[in-house]
């Protein structure tokens, strides 16, 4: 392309479907809008060769001709670009550079390697490379849902929707060199019926919406509203692409229910009478752009009979009343595993694979259906942090629906793909749900990390077993529960209420009581680092926190060393009063986020693990609150002069500490 960018000249070439050549000249329009035919550039001595994956296109062009002739001798702006399909679409990748064409710029270049011919030649020819049918492309592109309007000439292609979506993207193809136009009409008529409809012309691609009130030329119209619209015309194949929103038109979009869809296809580049080549009245295709396959809406014991009848005969139960793995039955000569996992949620749906039954190490599919189409990836959990997409596991035959809260994926997975390969006897299998369309955090929404659940895909029987507590987890809670829950109580405790005690016995509880606990709670965080690899506190507000907390811990310990000396039987100084209040304000508030941050990590535990420590824990918290409760009563009682008082009122000590 010269010039660079919108405004440009272009010219692309390639080799068709049925292994034709074609070259052709482009001037390019606008970036949504972006081919026209340009007569004003014409090429000479063409020719496109693919060989080993790589196509090379060679032309002869006029230096004046076309918008931006060349400047000659002089530097130009040109831009190269290369696509992954027949079909002229967005490209891979692109760049730009400028050119003096007077001058010889040639870089000598390394031909790509050549395979090794085998020894035994024969006259047979090459095998040609397997072209995708232009509906696989669309696929690609997010179209997953069709509907075929006129029997071998039209069809309608859309991205799948949710029940909160408000637009609704389409790709209306039609086998024709002229305009393809599709219509919204309640009765499945002609009139009355909203109509988009578009073509390409030597002046470039056009998108129109139109109403049709009468049996004549429709009237364009702003009722109907459409955004990022444009057009193609390859191998006598128009494609028109657009957005529309649900609510626009005289007849909306209706998400719940069927809508009736018309279409039709013309020889010109112009609006004009289709003759026989339009949908049939009688046909009445509605279509349920929501729920297209019309999968009914069931309950789950019925949705488990639905997904049988289709195949998927062996089933089990990844988390309760949420989250079921469906499979296809497998042979010993199988090679691969079809899978239907099926959540009760509106956000994303993961099956994983763990020997140990843990989140990490672990492969796993995750999906999703979004506004604007489906979304399958496969990953590694090295640890459990988010997981990393993984080129280790393959998956083929993705499908996803989302149908009154309920989001089904399908999927096939070779059995020898992945770290962790599907083998005969028992495989140990996760699952998760997660709230978002979106890769995060699952919170408990997970497999129970003390069951773990055991599939023998062959066999279609399951089974489970205990899972052991981690040993670095149990490691870091308990550490965690005897500084915060235990030590640092206790100091605080003591440095408050046992200040009558003789030899200044609290100031020497103190002293070693909460040094030593945020020693031991260093020790505790360093095995959380080790243990998710440092990236914990990005992940949880438990590791967030819990850093926070060792921050001020830290401080605390630090001030304490070097506190302004308070002297006998005279009032504190302006400093140690800033430090008396900054270190017992600060030191209360930590050991209230301390034992906050406890139940933030026993959360994260599931089945017997998280009850029975949320019961521990919460009986501590109870034995604390009647304790403080009934000393300050007893302080106030007796009048204790050495008990220092709520609000701290400052008075003079008979010992320096």
């Not at 296809?328 to 749906?349: C, F, M, Q, R, S």
């Not at 967030?544 to 605390?556: E, F, H, K, P």
């Amino acid at each position: 392309m010269t010039s660079g960018g919108v405004g440009s000249d272009a010219v692309l070439g390639l080799i068709t479907l049925a292994g034709a050549t074609l070259i052709r000249t482009y001037l390019l329009i606008t970036r949504n809008t972006p081919i026209a035919f340009s007569p004003d550039l014409p090429l000479y001595n063409t020719q496109v060769v693919e060989s080993h994956g790589w196509t090379t296109i060679y032309f002869t062009r006029p230096i004046v001709g076309g918008k931006v002739p060349i400047v000659y001798p002089g530097q130009n702006k040109v831009i190269f670009a290369v696509g992954g399909a027949d079909i002229l679409t967005h490209h891979l990748k692109s760049t730009k550079t400028v050119i003096d064409f007077s001058v010889n710029q040639s870089v000598p270049l390394s031909p790509p390697a050549t395979p090794t011919p085998p020894t035994n030649i024969t006259n047979e020819p090459a095998p040609q490379p397997v072209i995708q049918p232009f509906s696989t492309i669309l696929a690609s592109q997010g179209y997953n849902y069709s509907k075929e309007l006129i029997p071998n000439l039209l069809t309608l292609y859309w991205k799948p929707i949710k029940k909160s979506s408000t637009t609704i993207s389409f790709a209306l193809s039609g086998i024709t060199t002229g305009y393809v136009a599709v219509g919204w009409s309640p009765d499945n008529t002609m009139v009355p019926a909203d109509v988009i409809a578009g073509w390409v012309d030597s002046s470039g691609a056009y998108v129109g919406t139109y109403s049709n009130l009468e049996y004549s030329t429709p009237q364009p119209t702003l009722n109907l509203t459409i955004t990022d619209e444009w057009a193609s015309e390859l191998n006598g194949v128009t494609t028109i692409y657009f957005t529309r929103p649900l609510k626009s038109g005289l007849y909306p979009i209706s998400k719940n229910a069927s809508n009736g869809v018309i279409g039709a296809v013309g020889a010109r580049d112009e609006l004009t009478y289709h003759g026989s080549f339009r949908t049939e009245e009688h046909e009445n295709i509605q279509i349920n752009f929501l729920n297209p396959f019309n999968i009914p809406i069931v309950e789950p014991s019925s949705r488990a009979q639905l997904l049988i009848s289709q195949g998927y005969t062996y089933s089990q139960v990844l988390i309760p009343n949420l989250l079921t793995v469906y499979w296809k039955p497998v042979t010993d000569t199988n090679t691969t595993v079809y899978l239907a996992v099926e959540g009760i949620t509106t956000g994303y749906v993961a099956i994983g694979w763990s020997p140990s039954g843990h989140m990490s190490p672990a492969d796993s599919v995750i999906a999703w259906v979004a506004s604007d189409g489906t979304v399958f990836g496969t990953y590694y959990h090295k640890s459990t942090t988010l997981p990393q997409h993984s080129s280790l596991l393959t998956i083929n035959d993705t499908f996803a629906t989302e149908i009154d809260g309920v989001t089904t994926i399908y999927f096939s997975r070779p059995l020898d793909s992945g770290v962790f390969p599907i083998e005969s006897g028992f495989n140990g299998v996760i699952g998760a749900v997660g709230i978002d369309d979106k890769m995060r955090y699952h919170g408990s929404s997970r497999t129970d990390s003390t069951t773990k659940i055991l599939i023998d895909f062959v066999g279609g029987i399951a089974t489970t077993t205990p899972i052991p507590p981690p040993t670095l987890r149990l490691s870091h809670g308990v550490i965690m529960f005897f500084s915060w829950g235990v030590l640092i109580p206790f100091g605080a405790f003591f440095a408050r209420f046992g200040r009558h005690l003789p030899g200044a016995l609290w100031f020497r509880v103190h002293r070693i009581t909460q040094p030593l606990s945020c020693f031991f709670a260093f020790v505790a965080i360093i095995i959380a680092f080790v243990m998710v690899e440092g990236n914990h506190f990005r992940t949880l507000f438990h590791g967030q926190l819990g850093v926070a907390i060792m921050l001020l811990c830290l401080i605390q310990v630090v001030i304490a060393i070097f506190r302004p000396p308070k002297e006998v039987n005279k009032d504190p100084s302006k400093k140690r009063k800033v430090f008396d209040y900054f270190h017992w304000w600060v030191g209360r508030v930590l050991v209230v986020l301390g034992l906050f941050n406890c139940f933030g990590g026993i959360m994260q535990l599931e089945g017997m693990w998280m009850s029975g420590g949320l019961m521990v824990m919460g009986g501590v918290v109870v034995v604390y609150v009647v304790v403080f409760v009934a000393l300050e009563v007893r302080a106030v009682n007796t009048k204790e002069p050495d008990v220092v008082p709520f609000l701290f009122t400052y008075q003079p000590r008979q010992k320096i500490v």
